[in-house]
């Protein structure tokens, strides 16, 4: 019976997405909620510029609705949707900001690390308390676990910000970033159902994949919408919270490894600019170096997709035969 509410959470999340999406995408056109590009970006992605944005909205109604219905709300998942709540409030804020001030930055990025370490410390809190978790790191490759102690706080604090950056710096392409979202919260849902039997866990991220499908529906190339900060650090969140909840913080770098690749490229390119100034890739982040190469923009999507496809199979693999 578990199993058919959670496939009825996940397409229930997907359709209202999709009949909720053009009534929220004609809201947002009468108030001109629309994106701002940034001027260093690739000359292409200029005709993109108001389309509408802060997509994540629809997202996160799409999931709440039959999650709070169905949910058994266990603490393991309460911790994971109130961290996804509060990083998509905290992208919202950042996406109102860029709208009301019509420019490409949001609110600062101090402002921005105060409030994930808050989120950090409520789901660190939740973790520990609550959930009964310990302060352990556990390196499933090698079968072994570390005893973080009061580091462990400062390590979940960086889970959060890099998959919510990782994310956010995806989603600079038609529906790159909902798609490598869905594949990775699908493996978590067949990690959280299938291998640990944390039901409740697994119908949240079958809301969370059904949601970034029906997203998906509108924001496939060429987008009629944008998931903004408001979705991209949503997700962000959810993905940091199921690693820290599953115990897959150090795995989450092959079962999220697109983000992973997309974080890199930018730091990568920052600190070879800075230290020899010269550039690695055409353009950060990687995705758009492919674009200056001449690749089509839903070829990149596609073989982006295939390639999250391949890093998360690896990292249920991996995770399977460690449980």
Not at 70 to 92: E, M, N, P, Q, W
């Amino acid at each position: 019976m578990r199993m058919g509410e959670i496939l009825i959470a996940g397409m229930a999340s997907l359709l209202i997405c999709v009949f909720l999406g053009p009534k929220f995408i004609e809201q947002l056109r009468i108030r001109e909620f629309g994106q701002h590009i940034r001027e260093e970006g690739p000359e292409g992605h200029h005709g993109k510029a108001g389309t509408p944005t802060m997509g994540g909205l629809v997202i996160f109604v799409a999931v709440s609705v039959p999650f709070l219905i169905l949910s058994d709300y266990r603490a393991v998942s309460i911790a994971v949707f109130g961290t996804a709540v509060a990083s998509g409030a905290l992208g919202f804020a950042d996406d109102f900001v860029k709208l009301r001030k019509k420019r490409s930055l949001g609110i600062s990025g101090r402002t921005k690390l105060i409030a994930q370490a808050a989120t950090a410390l409520g789901l660190w809190l939740m973790a520990t308390q609550y959930v009964g978790l310990e302060d352990t790191l556990r390196l499933r490759v090698v079968d072994a676990s570390v005893d973080l102690g009061l580091l462990y706080p400062v390590f979940i604090f960086l889970v959060l910000a890099g998959a919510t950056n990782g994310v956010n710096l995806t989603d600079g392409l038609d529906g790159l970033a909902a798609g490598c979202a869905a594949i990775v919260l699908l493996a978590f849902t067949a990690m959280t159902f299938i291998t640990s039997g944390q039901e409740d866990l697994a119908l949240l991220c079958a809301c969370l994949v059904g949601a970034c499908v029906g997203f998906l529906w509108f924001n496939s190339f060429p987008a009629a919408v944008f998931m903004g900060d408001t979705g991209a650090l949503g997700l962000g969140g959810a993905i940091a919270a199921l690693a820290v909840m599953t115990k897959t913080e150090v795995l989450l770098l092959i079962i999220g490894g697109i983000f992973v690749i997309e974080a890199l490229s930018v730091a990568i390119q920052v600190f070879s600019f800075q230290r020899f100034r010269k550039r690695v890739f055409l353009m950060a982040p990687i995705h758009h170096h492919f674009e200056l190469l001449a690749w089509s923009e839903t070829k990149i999507i596609l073989r982006f997709w295939i390639v999250a496809a391949v890093c998360s199979a690896i990292g249920f693999t991996l995770y399977q035969q460690s449980s």
